[in-house]
């Protein structure tokens, strides 16, 4: 099988290309696509060195899959050129995640929406695949109301340029290189992404919209708060979710226990729970600081953490690919 990587070079593209190994995906030619300045350059990928394509170079080719991670821009522009060959795109930008003709997948939670006749998939925002994975059987059984989210994000979720600004900072007290406009290290800057008219980042709105379309229930009411922090091994989130239905602490643990893609991590007598530091290289959704919200009637607390390069992001996709291989669907 064809596999084409389109931002082969960058932080998440560098990923799916580690995922794809280590899950031995059926990759028979890899076509590692990047800017124009790397078009030439070798990387190697399970012993072999490849050459890095060009857009056009890479649609000639005809790949059976194109997994996109080169902003929105890249895949606007290029996304449909891909599926007009008959190359199916899963895309890692927010270009088409709420693009009512795109589906919106992550695939613990919502694989059964996916076609033959999808030709450009979206992988969601990865603060809200990580929240989505926990949420999916808890609102299956319980039915959810509403979710207020509060999130603790990675600053590799913004890219090389911003952890060269931590790792600077941290070892220089300064950096001469900026992904953001203050001071990481030691510090919460309560924005991700630009804001909008109604005072939320654009963040923020990702996971309230994102997650209204990925659980199929425009019901649900969602509010976020999006803060980056000087971490580097995953996002975390402190999500409270009111249910129709009671539940019993005990079997919710035991519901989540059960869930594959959950890794439950909830022993306090022991100080065990989630942390962006154990998260770090693995593909599970990490949960735990579960208890009940004393202050409201069929309400509950957790504690939720992931790799947002990887479940957050390239880990997602392949799985994506992995699930329309195995169902026949390419």
């Not at 522009?77 to 992550?106: C, H, Q, Y």
């Not at 409270?240 to 009671?246: A, R, S, V, W």
């Amino acid at each position: 099988m064809k596999i084409a990587v389109v931002g082969a070079t960058g932080l998440v593209g560098t990923k799916i290309l580690e995922v794809l190994t280590e899950r031995n995906f059926n990759v028979t030619e890899l076509i590692p696509v990047a800017s124009e300045k790397s078009v030439g350059k070798e990387l190697e990928f399970k012993g072999k060195k490849y050459k890095v394509h060009s857009m056009q170079q890479a649609i000639d080719a005809k790949p059976e899959i194109a997994l996109f991670s080169a902003g929105g821009g890249t895949s606007l522009e290029w996304a449909d050129k891909f599926a007009a060959v008959g190359t199916t795109v899963i895309d890692n930008s927010s270009a088409w995640r709420m693009d009512p003709t795109k589906k919106l997948v992550v695939p613990e939670v919502n694989a059964n929406v996916l076609q033959k006749t999808d030709k450009i998939i979206a992988n969601p925002n990865c603060s809200t695949i990580q929240m989505v994975v926990v949420l999916k059987p808890l609102h299956e059984k319980y039915k959810i109301k509403r979710i207020v989210v509060s999130t603790y994000q990675s600053v590799t979720g913004t890219g090389v340029k911003a952890v060269n600004q931590l790792m600077n900072e941290r070892k220089n007290g300064k950096s001469d290189e900026m992904a953001y406009k203050y001071q990481i290290d030691l510090n919460a800057i309560p924005q991700i992404d630009v804001f909008m008219d109604n005072g939320y980042t654009k963040e923020e709105m990702k996971m309230v919209n994102e997650t209204q379309k990925i659980m199929g229930d425009d019901s649900i009411k969602v509010t976020a708060t999006t803060v980056r922090i000087p971490v580097m091994g995953g996002h975390s989130e402190s999500v409270n979710i009111e249910f129709e239905k009671d539940f019993d602490v005990n079997e919710v643990i035991s519901l989540l226990k059960n869930t594959p893609g959950i890794i439950l991590q909830d022993d306090i007598k022991n100080q065990v729970y989630p942390m962006p530091m154990n998260a770090h290289n693995k593909d599970e959704v990490f949960v735990g600081r579960i208890r009940r919200d004393e202050s409201q009637a069929n309400t509950l607390n957790m504690w939720i953490v992931a790799d947002n390069l990887r479940k957050g992001a390239a880990t997602n996709a392949v799985q994506i690919a992995e699930y329309l291989v195995k169902s026949g669907l390419i």
